[in-house]
């Protein structure tokens, strides 16, 4: 009988293995593993991260492909691109845990189409306050350092416009700027647009205006946008903010769009949305009133 019953067990960790990769044991395997720049290795070691902390291990091999070909268990998943909801405890290191597979994903993106080093605005970051968006804002540049990778805080008065060509149309005259630089003061009493950033961070009132359309809840499409990051994501998705959170998730018009939420609790809003969208996340989202 017991025969038996370790056999079923064995059989379900066998089943588990096909279905979710193994976990990070140390960071040197975003390396050997998920091929991720020699320059990105090196600004995590420079910052004394040794070992991955436990929402590290477990997130990103989900979120970062094998440098291989697909694994086994990236194709069982059945989207490489997966969406992912992790919930761990505050001070756990869930900022570098989203952080690290955006970073790889614009670099290894660029590497593929020979990119010249354009900026097209490749993730959006949203975080509830201005503090904890100046923090992502620091630890995405430390962690972009020398990768050409642009990380841009919003800051009162920037705006995006429709396509990401416009903006650098707009913005030609300006001169080259490299990762790890301030972002760009606005000017008083007009609108600047974000220029050239890879990487932006936000809190959802900022970010919506700067979307604005001006008409109703119309706001400016932002196709080029590959991942949206939830920080926080409890406190995005509660009253207070949730109106903003699902007008930029909105906004986000790619159908390859990876939404990645981060959360130290597991609020009912959170799961409601997790039930909701993650099934049928391409289509507009359209929550109740009540949570
Ligand atoms: P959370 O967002 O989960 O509350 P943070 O991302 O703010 O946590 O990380 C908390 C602290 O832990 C930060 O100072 C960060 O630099 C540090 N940290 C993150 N990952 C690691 C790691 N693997 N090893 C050591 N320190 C880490
Ligand atoms: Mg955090």
């Known amino acids: ?36 720049s020699r320059r990105m290795a090196e600004n995590l070691a ?21 440098s291989t070909a697909l694994g086994e268990s990236a194709s069982e998943l059945g989207d490489a691109n997966v969406d992912l909801l992790s919930i761990a405890p505050t001070g756990s290191g869930k900022t570098l845990a989203f952080l690290i597979p955006v970073v790889n994903g614009i670099i290894q993106r660029r590497r593929q189409n020979e990119d010249k080093g354009e900026h097209h605005l490749e993730a959006i970051i949203v975080a509830p306050t201005k503090e904890l968006a100046s923090q992502i804002v620091n630890e995405a540049k ?9 990380v841009v805080g919003m800051r009162k008065g920037m705006r995006l416009t429709r396509s990401q060509d416009e903006v650098e149309k707009e913005s030609s005259g300006e001169s080259e700027e490299d990762s790890g630089d301030e972002a760009e003061e606005p000017c008083k009493g007009s609108s600047q647009p974000v220029s050239k950033a890879d990487i932006l ?13 001006g008409s109703g809840d119309q706001h400016t499409p932002l196709p080029t946008v ?28 790619n159908p390859e769009l990876r939404v990645t939420l ?30």
């Open 226 to 253: 590959q991942t949206l990051v939830l920080d926080e994501a409890d406190v995005l998705l509660d009253p207070l903010f949730r109106d903003q959170t699902l007008g930029i998730w909105n906004s986000c018009t």
């Open 201 to 213: 961070v936000a809190t959802p009132g900022l970010l919506l205006g700067s979307i604005s359309t």
């Open 262 to 291: 981060w959360s130290a609790t597991m609020g009912s809003n959170i799961e409601t949305l997790a039930s909701s969208t993650i099934t049928s996340r391409r289509s507009k989202l359209d929550l109740p009133t009540t949570s």
């Open 46 to 66: 420079d910052q004394g991260y040794k070992i991955p902390t436990e929402v590290q291990m477990g997130s990103l091999p989900l979120l970062l492909q094998p």
């Open 1 to 36: 009988k017991k025969v038996k019953g370790d056999k079923k067990a064995q059989s379900a960790k066998e089943e588990h293995k096909q279905l979710y990769p193994q976990p990070l044991t140390t960071f040197g395997e975003l390396k050997t593993t998920y091929g991720i």
């Open 142 to 150: 430390k962690l972009s350092i020398g990768t050409g990778v642009k």
